[in-house]
T-cell receptor, first 112, second 113 residues
């Protein structure tokens, strides 16, 4: 199994500001994934973060809005930039090992 | 285009009875399927998985059935308990390693005492 520590667990932010979410894994993993779950919707993959290279973004997500860092094999950050109320969501980091996926506890973001 | 669909957004079941959650997929390349359980304000937790080489996998009260010809899988919970009340997501992968999961929309299960 993998233990993922994600923080903050929740935050309320003013529109126009930015929030950085951190994920720390208790073991080295090649790929880390960032998801968003908007109210009433399923998990949506934002991007895949590989250590030592730029993140790969899914359609509809861009680096300027969601910059990601992956400085080593156990850590990653996702920044939600220039936030608007539409960014209010739960954000999750995830790692996948063999046949299982493990998720952080999630960050509940509310933009006011 | 939703490749993984859970057509029932919610399901209500009496405690002790069977809960059946369904999931359909369209991508024939999917060969590995997982079920996750999610409580409010928490990340999803892995429940059970099945590879396309099997049609059934059982773990305690949870059984997953896979019908490849129908591109359909289901999760059975027997007997259902109030603590099972949560949102259940099915997910699929095309590389038999569980990477790059595609999730369904989730089904909210409510188990009534």
């Amino acid at each position: 199994s993998a233990v993922i520590s994600q923080k903050p667990s929740r935050d309320i932010c003013q529109r126009g500001t930015s929030l950085t979410i951190q994920c720390q894994v208790d073991s080295q993993v090649t790929m880390m994934f960032w998801y968003r779950q908007q109210p009433g919707q399923s998990l949506t993959l934002i991007a895949t973060a590989n250590q030592g290279s730029e993140a790969t973004y899914e359609s509809g997500f861009v680096i300027d809005k969601f910059p990601i860092s992956r400085p080593n094999l156990t850590f990653s950050t996702l920044t939600v930039s220039n936030m608007s109320p539409e960014d209010s969501s739960i954000y999750l980091c995830s790692v996948e090992r063999r046949t299982e996926a493990f998720f952080g506890q999630g960050t509940r973001l509310t933009v006011v | 285009d939703q490749q993984v669909k859970q057509n029932s957004p919610s399901l209500s079941v009496q405690e002790g009875r069977i809960s059946i959650l369904n999931c359909d997929y369209t991508n024939s390349m999917f060969d590995y399927f997982l079920w996750y359980k999610k409580y409010p304000a928490e990340g999803p937790t892995f429940l059970i998985s099945i590879s396309s080489i099997k049609d059934k996998n059982e773990d305690g009260r949870f059984t997953v059935f896979l019908n490849k010809s129908a591109k359909h899988l289901s999760l059975h919970i027997v007997p259902s308990q109030p603590g099972d009340s949560a949102v259940y997501f099915c997910a699929a992968s095309a590389d038999n390693a569980g990477n790059m999961l595609t999730f369904g929309g989730g089904t909210r299960l409510m188990v009534k005492p």
